[in-house]
């Protein structure tokens, strides 16, 4: 059990290390893109903060803006309110939904019934991927990171509601998580909407087509692992 712990710790600084290796470099950079928009958008309280100041329309009952929303102001100088804000603050926000997404992806592959090594591997590919490298400095992604890192909690309760006993506290608990994480996956980014379908896969990647077909299943979704 100890020995056990300890590779599971040890794979968590593995994984740890490879997500803050790969973008502290990223964290104090220029925003890009729409960056700007969205900050404007976050700081916005009333309809007419969104005349004549370019923008975005805020979606104010989804997750994801009440996630920017609930950052606004805080990484910007209340001395100097008209500075640009410390954008390091958003994107830290960002690596720990990342961060998040990556225990998601590690907890599924358990429930997939991969092994820690291989789990280990395919974690910090998937950490430090290039897509991930381009959403993680990306502010204005922060809604696809935070419908990823919920996307794949509920996919893992599920899995583990199904591993429960039938009628069990756990089995209930866990079904619960996975419908209130589902739903807010849905409420931050469209994608959400394609969890039944990647729950039907993690069924037959676990039950159908025999032992070697589930096998060649699981591997396939291991290494592709890092495609959000």
């Known amino acids: 059990m100890t020995a056990a712990r300890g590779s599971g710790a ?107 090594g291989e789990r280990t591997l395919a974690i910090a590919w998937f950490a430090v991927h290039p897509l991930q490298g381009g959403a993680v400095p990306y502010i204005a992604a922060q809604s696809g990171i935070l419908c990823a890192a919920l996307s794949l909690w509920a996919l893992a309760f599920y899995l583990g509601a199904a591993d429960a006993p039938a009628g069990s506290a756990a089995r209930h608990a866990r079904g619960a998580a996975a419908g209130a994480l589902a739903l807010l996956a849905v409420l931050a980014k469209e994608p959400g909407l394609l969890l039944p379908a990647a729950a039907a896969l993690c069924e037959w990647m676990r039950r159908g087509r025999g032992t070697a077909g589930r096998r060649t299943g699981a591997r396939r979704c291991t290494w592709s692992a890092p495609i959000r």
């Open 10 to 116: 040890a794979a968590a600084a593995v994984r740890v290390g490879a997500c803050v290796g790969a973008f502290l470099p990223a964290l104090h950079g220029l925003p890009v893109l729409d960056d700007k928009p969205v900050i404007e958008t976050a700081r916005a309280r009333n309809p007419s903060d969104f005349t004549g100041r370019g923008v975005l329309h805020p979606q104010s009952r989804s997750a994801s803006w009440a996630l920017y929303a609930a950052q606004a102001g805080r990484f910007e100088n209340p001395a100097r309110p008209e500075d640009e804000p410390f954008h390091a603050g958003y994107r830290i926000v960002s690596l720990l939904l990342h961060g998040a997404a990556c225990a998601g992806a590690w907890r599924l592959l358990g429930r997939l019934g991969r092994p820690p």
